[in-house]
């Protein structure tokens, strides 16, 4: 029942929270914040990247998307916990810790300099993506954006995702499905409900449905890992990893205390080697042995429609009583995502036979486009569309005072900000509340003069991702579906 950073991250890091160091646009490095000082470094726990080191204290407590600079930090005792030192130990050439001979020099010689900067930002699916530790190939950004809204997923749904792998498209998921918590009173807390502060002003509205993830992955050690990191980041209570090999054993889960042995699902992404063979366990009543049998072989079955026609109790021998996994108040939607077009034509082959309707294909081939304002000389802005390249000397030099100058304002504000960080970091040790940073910059000029806006495209298409093809099971319609809908329309 606890809040993710992923769905509400709040305005600012907060201590063992999850925070993404951006280094570069598509360097991203995860790290749970911790104001800890139980570590080699003076500092506390420290991140170190190539662009110089980070200590935690410094990225407590900022607003997200704030710039961070790197830090001189201590490692002088590094390794060493017996030789560890308090700041004020810093001070003075004499001994700092009884039995060692370091002095002020030598811990300048150790230290690290800082050379550089990175940004801090939230924990979101999308900067997950990026900097997850990868067990297998994952779904990127583009590619789930368009499968969750062409799946049309909603807050309140329920998704069945196998298999699950690094948990990037597991995360997105949750996101999109996520209406609120359903705590262990069984009351529904929605964030909208709440102010930021997490206080719930209007009484707590009970739902019959919180939207849910059900993640089934067959490797053992990969589902263990997802279920460890989606407990570390405030998820448990939406996602459920389940170690499974869903060909064999189908999406019915075993009856628990509070969790539906159905995953009453509405979307299904499928992931997998075969998604074809998954499928028999994925109707609302148990498919014919012949249509399973013509799955499992991949023949093409005679009979364009088996849903429950031939219906036989050896179907599906290792269930016996079948427990449909869908939604049966809903259509139900499908996405199943394959490298190759035989194994397009295999699951395509096998939706048909189930009943599956509006079956498609999809390819995504994503493209990137850079924008940016192009920089341009005094002298230029005033040339803008009469001959803006016939940079003249003059103008040449003109440009270079300019940035200069820029990088003067630049490297004064940079040096500022730097002394701030380590006034906030010890105001923060001593256990005063930090002041957000103020708004930057104000009065100070403009770093960079507003350009041209140009853009650029990627030469060539670096991958083909996947195919995906989409499908619809209608919604389960009963006889007395029928007698209801035959009184109401006549
Ligand atoms: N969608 C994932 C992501 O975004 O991180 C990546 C999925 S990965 C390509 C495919 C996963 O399917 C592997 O982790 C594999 O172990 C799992 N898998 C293969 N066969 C399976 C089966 N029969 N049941 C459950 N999972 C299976």
């Not at 996101?175 to 707590?204: C, Q, W």
């Not at 030469?459 to 919604?475: C, G, M, N, Q, W």
Request: aromatic content about 6%.
């Amino acid at each position: 029942t606890s809040p993710s950073p992923f769905l509400d991250p709040g305005t600012h890091s907060a201590p063992n929270s999850l925070g993404i160091l951006q280094l570069r646009r598509d360097h991203l490095i995860p790290t749970v914040l911790s104001s800890s000082t139980d570590s080699d470094y003076v500092e506390g726990k420290v991140e170190n990247t190539r662009f110089g080191s980070f200590p935690h204290s410094t990225l407590i407590g900022q607003p997200w998307g704030t710039q961070i600079l790197a830090s001189v930090v201590d490692t002088g005792s590094r390794g060493s916990k017996s030789k560890k030192r308090k700041r004020g130990d810093t001070e003075g050439d004499s001994p700092s810790t009884p039995g060692t001979h370091e002095t002020k020099r030598d811990i300048a010689k150790a230290a690290i300099a800082s050379s550089g900067f990175v940004h801090l930002v939230p924990p979101t699916p999308e900067t997950w993506t990026l900097c997850l530790p990868h067990r297998t190939q994952v779904v990127y950004t583009p590619d789930y954006s368009y499968i969750l809204q062409r799946l049309r997923v909603r807050p309140g749904d329920h998704i069945i995702e196998a298999g699950a792998g690094s948990g990037s498209f597991t995360h997105a998921a949750v996101r999109a499905v996520f209406n609120g918590y359903l705590g262990e009173d069984g009351m529904f807390d929605s964030p909208k409900n709440s102010d930021r502060d997490g206080t719930n002003h209007i009484l707590k509205k009970k739902r019959s449905r919180c939207g849910r993830v059900y993640s089934y992955e067959f490797h053992a050690p990969r589902a263990k890992q997802l279920r460890a990191e989606i407990e570390e980041h405030g998820l448990s209570s939406l996602v459920r990893v389940i170690n499974r090999d869903v060909y064999e054993d189908g999406f019915c889960l075993d009856s628990e205390a509070g969790i539906d042995s159905a995953p009453d699902a509405d979307v299904i992404f499928l992931d997998l080697p075969a998604p074809w063979l998954a499928l028999k366990h994925l109707t609302r009543s148990r498919p014919s042995t012949a249509v399973v049998k013509s799955i499992t072989t991949y023949s093409n079955p005679s009979t364009p429609s088996a849903e429950g026609s031939e219906s036989s109790p050896q179907a599906l021998p290792t269930e016996k009583l079948f427990r449909s996994p869908l939604n049966p108040n809903n259509a139900v939607r499908i996405c199943t995502f394959s490298p190759c077009i035989e194994q397009v034509t295999k699951t395509v082959s096998a939706l048909r036979s189930l009943g599956w309707l509006e079956i498609g294909m999809a390819e995504i081939l994503s493209k990137r486009l850079e924008v940016r304002r192009e920089r341009i000389g005094l002298q230029e802005e005033g040339l803008r569309g009469a001959n803006a390249s016939a940079a003249t000397v003059s103008e040449a030099v003109q440009r270079l005072r300019d940035v200069e100058g820029r990088a003067k304002v630049f490297h004064g504000l940079q040096k500022e900000k730097q002394e701030e960080i380590m006034r906030r970091a010890e105001t923060q040790k001593r256990g005063e509340k930090i002041e957000p940073f103020k708004e930057e910059n104000k009065g100070k000029g403009k770093l960079y003069k507003e350009g041209r806006l140009v853009h650029r495209t990627e030469p060539e298409l670096k991958t083909h991702t996947s195919y995906l093809v989409f499908a619809i099971l209608p919604r389960q319609w009963t006889k007395e579906d029928e007698e209801k809908a035959r009184k109401k329309w006549g």
